[in-house]
């Protein structure tokens, strides 16, 4: 079965520093994986998703993340935090061997907070 | 692009009374789902469905039933409402197996309280 772990629940940093976000994930099969944002008091938006190809995928706003089979990690990154990326970040696996209907294993999210 | 409505974005009921949560996409998507997202739990998954009147469990279907009479509306309906039900509800859509079927699509949510 799939899972997903996002360590730090929450994480802090400075604008115009680093951000990284870090997910780990378990699957017995290739993972389809994503990173969502949710800003306060809205859904869900897509960041960015890996199914085959190239392990480095760019996504919105300037974030990005590199699927690493190795490390089963699939970390979100951005160069330089601004004050706008503040929210809460979910990391998810997709179950998609289950015929056409693809359900996502959601970790339990990383609130990230920039501080000016 | 695709949208995802919810009907309302706050809702206040009372312990005992039935909860009708109303989702509508616009994107003729074949499969849709209801979360609950609680604080440290993530999403969790109560219900999805993969076509008109089909439906299946997902991890916690306890204490809710879903409704798809139209390929455009899934609706969560909570019978008998109860305090430990109120959470934020989340609806999405994805494609079915002619598309990308793995991203999903979410709505706005639904902030329930149940007094």
């Known amino acids: 079965a799939q899972s997903v772990t996002q360590l730090g629940s929450h994480v802090s940093v400075s604008e115009g520093a680093l951000v990284l976000l870090r997910c780990n994930y378990s699957?017995?099969?290739?993972?389809?994986l994503f990173w969502y944002v949710q800003y306060p008091n809205q859904g869900l938006q897509l960041l960015l998703k890996y199914t085959t190809g190239a392990t480095l995928v760019k996504g919105i706003n300037g974030f990005e993340a590199e699927f690493k089979k190795s490390e089963t990690s699939f970390h979100l990154t951005k160069p330089s935090a601004h004050m706008s990326d503040a929210a809460e970040y979910f990391c998810?696996?997709?179950?998609?061997?289950?015929?056409?209907?693809?359900?996502?294993?959601f970790g339990t999210g990383t609130l990230l907070a920039v501080q000016p | 692009d695709v949208k995802v409505t919810q009907s309302s974005r706050y809702l206040v009921k009372r312990t005992g009374e039935k909860v009708f949560l109303e989702c509508v996409q616009d994107m003729d998507h074949e499969n849709m789902f209801w979360y609950r997202q609680d604080p440290g739990l993530g999403l969790r998954l109560i219900y999805f469905?993969?076509?008109?009147?089909?439906?299946e469990k997902g991890d916690i279907p306890e204490g809710y039933s879903v409704s798809r009479e139209k390929k455009e509306r899934f609706s969560l309906i909570l019978e008998s409402a109860s305090t430990n039900q109120t959470s934020m509800y989340l609806c999405?859509?994805?494609?079915?197996?002619?598309?990308?079927?793995?991203?999903?699509?979410f709505g706005p949510g639904t902030r329930l309280l149940v007094l």
């Open positions: 469905s993969y076509d008109v009147k089909m439906k």
């Open positions: 998810a696996v997709s179950d998609h061997y289950g015929g056409a209907t693809n359900k996502l294993i």
């Open positions: 699957s017995s099969v290739p993972p389809y």
């Open positions: 999405a859509s994805s494609l079915g197996a002619a598309g990308d079927r793995e991203t999903q699509y």
